[in-house]
């Protein structure tokens, strides 16, 4: 089965966790690994990795497969993804475990395709605490919301902590379905 209609048809099961019928685009996916493109050795975190639409892009770029981690939720996307690119790491875990998984390895790239719209406030907050603490000084953590969700107070309140922990830059992608808005934060010094 090809890897778009995997996604599509866990996507259809699992709303809550997936969110969205499409994979993220490859316009999208070109800003959200712009870091790993200059630097092909960058350590990457990737977060919630799907049918590894942002993956196999890393595969290809990335000079030392060891510097790769991928964390998976759904069973069905992990197992592919394994079988897909078997000189990667990947974990079957929610990403509420990054301290577990990761121990006290840094990432110059930490990259989340997640639904934060459907995880719960306290939810968010730890893995966003989680992600700053795994950072590198100087490293990227690179993420989206649909811009739907950016009226909402929830979207709003997502902005915000992003905002409290790091520093932000932001660019719309339209070429997107839906359109997103990225952010790209960094430590604050
Ligand atoms: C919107 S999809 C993006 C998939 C893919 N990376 C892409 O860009 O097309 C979100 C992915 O995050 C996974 N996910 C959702 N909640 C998660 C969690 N708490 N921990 C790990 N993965 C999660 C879903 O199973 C899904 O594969």
Redesign the pocket.
């Known amino acids: 089965m090809s890897s778009a209609l995997q996604?599509l048809k866990?996507?259809v099961r699992?709303p809550t966790?997936?969110?969205?019928l499409?994979?993220?685009s490859p316009f999208?996916?070109r800003k959200l690994l712009s870091p790993l493109k200059a630097d092909g050795y960058c350590r990457v975190l990737?977060?919630?990795?799907?049918?590894?639409?942002?993956?196999y892009t890393i595969n290809k770029i990335i000079k030392n497969k060891n510097n790769y981690i991928g964390?998976?939720?759904?069973e069905g996307?992990f197992q592919f993804l394994t079988k897909s690119y078997p000189e990667l790491k990947f974990y079957s875990?929610?990403?509420?475990a990054i301290e577990e998984i990761c121990n006290h390895q840094k990432f110059d790239l930490i990259i989340s395709?997640?639904?934060w719209f459907?995880?719960d406030s306290a939810?968010q907050e730890n893995?966003l605490v989680q992600i700053k603490a795994h950072l590198e000084k100087g490293g990227y953590f690179k993420t989206y919301l649909f811009v739907t969700h950016l009226f909402f107070k929830d979207g709003r309140e997502f902005q915000k902590k992003l905002y409290d922990k790091f520093n932000v830059d932001t660019s719309y992608e339209f070429l997107n379905f839906p359109p997103i808005k990225i952010f790209e934060c960094r430590l604050k010094k």
Not at 71 to 74: P, S
Request: zero cysteines; hydrophobic letters at 50%; aromatic letters at 8%.
């Open positions: 996604f866990v996507a699992n966790q997936i969110s969205n499409w994979k993220t999208t996916v990737e977060l919630g990795a799907g049918v590894g639409t942002l993956t964390i998976e939720i759904n996307f875990a929610s990403v509420e395709t997640l639904s459907n995880l939810v893995i």
